[in-house]
């Protein structure tokens, strides 16, 4: 392999990364604000469950390029449009895990916390959340990964970012750079992975399960 722009180049890879994470996390604060209550409305309103699954699954369909260039009259180039479009493509995957999490709460446990009780906000804090955090935390480490991935196509229209990387690498013919983006992007990836799955299994929920075994 040939890791010349990457030893050469270490500095501007370092700060595309820090772009391309700034990105995704600006994507996914955007997401979980519209995802959060979406997911609970899925998990508590039965009738309208179907309809935003489908409508969202609907949005996952459209092809990346082609939401960017819609979006591009109104919002115009850079990343305002990545932003919003990266937030678009992770609703389905943090909705269905919300409403997952939420819905993953025992009912006998429900019940007796009605016993005690607690209202249905309480209930809300106090069970269904802490027992549904590491289905949530898992939607939120794949809407992630997945957000890494798909924030490089977002260069195209001069989002910054690794892709910036890969496509220069394209216009150039230089493997070396479009290598370098690639590797870069790849452990961006499987770091953020990693740093998720510890934070999953360090709830006490996932603690408990783990002693219960």
Do not use: C
């Not at 230089?174 to 709830?203: C, F, H, Q, V």
């Amino acid at each position: 392999m040939n890791l010349d722009y990457l030893r050469n180049n270490f500095d501007r890879v370092l700060d595309l990364t820090g772009e391309h994470l700034q990105l995704t996390a600006l994507a996914l604060a955007l997401a979980l604000l519209v995802a959060l209550p979406l997911g609970v409305i899925v998990a508590t309103v039965r009738p309208l469950s179907l309809p935003i699954l489908i409508a969202l699954s609907l949005i996952y369909t459209i092809p990346s390029l082609a939401l960017l260039a819609f979006l591009i009259p109104w919002l115009h180039l850079g990343k305002r449009p990545a932003i919003v479009v990266l937030a678009l493509y992770a609703q389905l995957t943090l909705v269905r895990n919300i409403a997952a999490a939420l819905r993953s709460a025992d009912p006998a446990m429900l019940e007796a916390a009605s016993g005690l009780g607690m209202t249905g906000w309480q209930r809300f804090w106090k069970v269904r959340f802490p027992l549904g955090l590491p289905i949530l935390l898992a939607g939120v480490r794949i809407a992630i990964v997945t957000t890494i991935g798909l924030a490089t196509v977002t260069a195209w229209i001069n989002a910054g970012g690794l892709g910036t990387l890969l496509f220069d690498g394209i216009a150039r013919d230089y493997p070396s750079e479009i290598l370098a983006g690639t590797i870069a992007i790849t452990a961006l990836s499987l770091l953020m992975d990693m740093a998720l799955r510890l934070i999953e299994r360090a709830t006490p929920t996932a603690r408990a399960l783990r002693h219960a075994r």
